[in-house]
Nanobody
């Protein structure tokens, strides 16, 4: 099975930036579908961004132009660079990979103050 650990969350002022990391327990080279999801209190978990093994990316409309997803296969790590943060970005952010099934990390809290 795949183990995922998110890090990099914290408290930031609106307009600021954070970079989230997702470290996998093993090689991610063979994992095509990797992405980030987020969940605000009392809300459904929503998709944020996805990156393929070839580097193709997709973003939710709410974050397009502000967030950048990337992956470093040599480090078995995926990243989410978050710029121009808004209070509505406040949520727990989860790492997700698909390798025959979906795997999730424990999540990292991102709080954006106004």
């Amino acid at each position: 099975q795949v183990q995922l650990v998110e890090s990099g969350g914290g408290l930031v002022q609106a307009g600021g930036s954070l970079r989230l990391s997702c470290a996998a327990s093993g090689s991610i080279s063979s994992i095509n579908a990797m992405g980030w999801y987020r969940q605000a209190p009392g809300k459904q978990r929503e998709w944020v961004a996805t990156i393929s093994s070839g580097g193709s990316t997709n973003y939710a409309s709410s974050v397009k132009g502000r967030f950048t997803i990337s992956r470093d296969n040599a480090k078995n790590t995926m990243y989410l660079q978050m710029n121009s943060l808004k209070p509505e970005d406040t949520a727990v952010y989860y790492c997700n990979v698909f390798l025959y099934r979906n795997y999730w990390g424990q999540g990292t809290q991102v709080t954006v103050s106004s």
